[in-house]
């Protein structure tokens, strides 16, 4: 494990490995080598890019060696650490919800994919990985970087769910940490409210919509 990566951080990304591969994964003879790249990972990345620098010289990712023992366990390594994890027998490779058992420990998580990355929801916490074999881990520092649009004028949904209420209106003034809106995920609901003051320009979801991940709802002048 990586210094600094917190131990149930790293907890999900082990579980995170295993949603990527276990659709693909059958009972074998020798452990398989990955490598697991977070979000921290890609910003380091990006920078170096940015900076004029090679990549090719930083280290990136967490290594993780993973081993079926039976069809639905399997046993994580990374450095030090090792963990058995359990996974639901009726889950498929896709479904959102996904459970598992980590050191004796039942967890509910929500997989959702993301192109080539995965992005794992856990009790408010989210973990957004890329889980790469480790002979195509090196090819990472190639790829390029792509510019973030400039979303800072949206509200977008973090989860996909049903939107139960919008509690602002268009041309409405809204203050920081004002009520916008209701998701309802997992049979929680979820109130999103302001991040800062501003002026509500157009609605894009009305109430009862089925939402994606980072899907726009609200949009601020």
Known sequence: MRPGRPAGAWYEVAANQNAAARGILRPYAAPRQYVVFDERDEARRAETVKAGEDPRALTFGTSAEVEALTPNRYAVRSGERSVEIDFDPNWRFGSIRLTVTVADEKLVLQVEREGVWYRVHHRGSQLRALVLPAH???????MPVKEAPDLSKYLLSPMPGLLREVAVAV???????????????????????????GIVKAIHAEPGASLAVDEIILEFE
Not at 136 to 142: E, F, I, R, S
């Open 136 to 142: 195509a881990a090196p090819l990472y520092a190639h």
């Open 171 to 197: 041309g409405q003034a809204v203050k920081a940490g004002e009520r916008l809106v209701v998701i309802e995920a997992m049979k929680m609901e979820n109130i999103l409210r302001a991040e800062r003051d």
